[in-house]
């Protein structure tokens, strides 16, 4: 038969032609997948342009565009950065630690947070890969349990990032609501490579990635999946908790410029407003050094103020008193989860 280049295949298109032509030749900017890898004679080639091709890189296609279109799964290009982020000084010190410590050749599997809804885990992501200036890799194990060979899937993903020649950051969010019971292969597998990263024993020789994974909870990975939170899996676990009270202006301060309400924090003082949240909400407080809203209650009250202004509304103090008891805090409305959830942070480095 006729020998065809096929350019940039995916692995369906490997699998059609493979099928119809054995003497088929493809070109890529990645290895095949190793389920492949015995069909193939492989010759690599000089490219100047990581993951792009001249072309792509003369179109002016963005690196994570081509990720997400050779992994299947999202990958996004974050323009946040820790200026976009208040408090986490513990979070924004390992970073800065880590930043340093990178560049003399150290390697980090990974960091593990866990906390209440609204603190902000997911959004420290997003902040962490514009820091470091990595594609947002979102690893998102219900989507890949759906899959036909889900094992398979995954051991795709980690085979392509690591001939890419470049750093990613991967996200795994909510993670207790992905892994299953000590049973679940596919758990044990993301497990297995986690433990091996960087390790002489480990498959991935080349692979850069920094991994983050967020729980909200800690109870079914504590009852299934203990093993995940063992130290060797994650070098940090931390915990996000509500902003402490030493630290809340800062939220204030970023919120209200962030939606243009600088004059209405003024105007009512954000000492003033702090104190007016704290003592409408004071009784059923469960923390007297953090303040009673999460970071995404702050930003809602100010998003809601927003709403009121856009709407003809003129900001005043009577308007931002009512939307302190309209932006009822979780740990109000979920009391009891709340108190399970903060009883865990004493296994983790608190934020």
Not at 27 to 49: G, M, R
Not at 54 to 65: D, N, S
Not at 108 to 114: A, D, E
Not at 273 to 291: G, H, M, T, V, W
Request: hydrophobic share 40%; proline share 4%; with cysteine.
């Amino acid at each position: 038969a006729t020998k065809q280049l096929i350019p940039f295949p995916t692995r369906e298109e490997i699998i059609s032609e493979l099928k119809k032509n054995l003497n088929s030749e493809f070109i890529s900017t990645s290895l095949p997948p190793k389920e492949f890898e015995n069909f193939f004679i492989i010759k690599k080639l000089e490219n100047s342009y990581g993951l792009l091709t001249k072309q792509q890189h003369e179109a002016k296609i963005e690196e994570h565009i081509i990720l997400q279109q050779s992994l299947g799964i999202s990958v996004v290009k974050s323009d946040l950065t820790f200026k976009d982020l208040a408090g986490a000084k513990k979070l924004k010190e390992w970073v800065a630690k880590f930043k340093i410590a990178e560049e003399k050749g150290y390697r980090s599997k990974g960091i593990f947070s866990v906390g209440l809804p609204g603190t902000g885990k997911t959004f420290f992501a997003q902040c962490l890969s514009g820091e470091l200036n990595r594609p947002l890799v979102i690893l998102n194990l219900a989507f890949l349990q759906a899959k036909e060979n889900p094992i398979q899937e995954l051991n795709n993903i980690f085979e392509y990032l690591n001939n890419t020649n470049s750093k990613q950051l991967i996200l795994i969010d909510e993670i207790e609501k992905m892994v299953g019971t000590g049973e679940d292969p596919l758990t044990g597998r993301l497990m297995t490579i986690l433990s091996d990263l960087y390790s002489s024993a480990g498959e991935y020789k080349k692979l850069d990635v920094l991994v983050l994974a967020t729980a909200n909870n800690l109870n079914s990975i504590l009852d299934n999946q203990p093993a995940l939170l063992r130290r060797g899996r994650f070098d940090e676990l931390f915990f996000q908790n509500t902003p402490r009270t030493d630290e809340v202006e800062e939220y204030f301060n970023l919120y209200a410029k962030k939606y243009k309400l600088e004059t209405a924090l003024e105007m009512y003082g954000s000492t003033q407003l702090i104190k007016d949240i704290e003592k409408e909400y004071e009784e059923i407080n469960p923390q007297s050094k953090n303040f009673i809203y999460t970071p995404s209650e702050i930003a809602t009250f100010f998003k809601k103020l927003d709403f009121e202004r856009l709407s003809g509304e003129t900001i005043s103090k009577d308007i931002m008193k009512s939307s302190i008891k309209e932006i009822v805090p979780i740990i109000k409305s979920a009391q009891d989860g709340v108190k399970k959830i903060i009883a865990q942070k004493e296994l983790f480095v608190e934020i």
